[in-house]
């Protein structure tokens, strides 16, 4: 149990990698705010998981785009658990369409760089008054920030690199006061993600290139987070972890 009553929230915690992350962390003896926005029964199946596996957990609906959505995930969480937040990680994010360039709009870029990174400088910003010292932040970023994404995604790599960058300069800062901040890098997961934006061939064709000569799954990227967020990663902070079957390395 290596967060024992511990408090965690998860940004789009109810499915794929947020759905993974939420579980392995009640496994773990986290009590689970799992944020959802879309669908709730996607959030309602996630809290039957965890509630199967012995663990404990709430669902709190937000969009993590609005700032008074996340003052009351925060306060939900604060209200149920009391005044200790001791894990966040930052699944919320996503595409959105793929465009490019001359196809979008000052709109789309805006909305894009809100969802996948202004999002986590609202959840941290409204977390930390209730993070003590031994917290834990973990963003999930991408393999698409680290080599520009694929076609008609400058906006979503543009988000998630600056995302790697956000995460070091946290780490800086937070650092004296014992708050550790990480990020992992996700390459291709089979997730409903990648079901909505990639083409089958193109998944295939991946996996091909892929070292391992398979797609990861979404608890595999769980287990990486999880490690980050426990004391067994006590002296690692600032880091963008590759997860990725070996298609890049950085």
Do not use: C
Not at 4 to 24: P, Q, W
Not at 71 to 82: F, K
Not at 142 to 155: F, Q, V
Not at 165 to 180: D, Q, S
């Amino acid at each position: 149990m290596k967060l024992k009553n511990k408090v965690a929230i998860v940004t789009g915690g109810a499915r794929d990698i947020g759905r993974e992350v939420s579980l392995k962390l009640a496994r773990e003896g986290a009590k689970v705010v799992v944020n959802y926005f879309g669908n709730e029964d996607n959030a309602k199946e996630t809290l039957r998981l965890i509630k199967e596996a012995g663990g404990e957990a709430i669902a709190v609906k937000g969009d993590m785009t609005k700032r008074e959505d996340i003052e009351n995930l925060v306060q939900s969480a604060v209200n149920q658990y009391g005044s200790q937040i001791d894990v966040l990680v930052n699944v919320a994010g996503g595409l959105v369409a793929r465009k490019t360039t001359e196809e979008m709009d000052e709109d789309f870029w805006h909305y894009v760089l809100d969802l996948n990174l202004t999002s986590v400088f609202l959840a941290v910003k409204n977390t930390l008054p209730y993070m003590p010292q031994g917290g834990a932040i973990v963003n999930l970023s991408s393999l698409a920030g680290r080599d520009g994404g694929g076609a008609g995604a400058s906006a979503y790599a543009t988000s998630k690199g600056a995302l790697m960058t956000y995460t070091r300069a946290l780490a800086k800062e937070l650092g004296p006061k014992g708050i550790r901040v990480n990020a992992v890098a996700p390459g291709m997961i089979a997730t409903t993600f990648h079901d909505t934006f990639t083409k089958p061939e193109a998944r295939t064709n991946t996996a091909n290139a892929t070292p391992l000569r398979r797609e990861g799954q979404a608890k595999e990227v769980a287990d990486l987070v999880v490690y980050l967020a426990s004391d067994e990663a006590s002296f690692v902070t600032g880091t963008n972890v590759d997860i990725n079957g070996g298609l890049s390395f950085s």
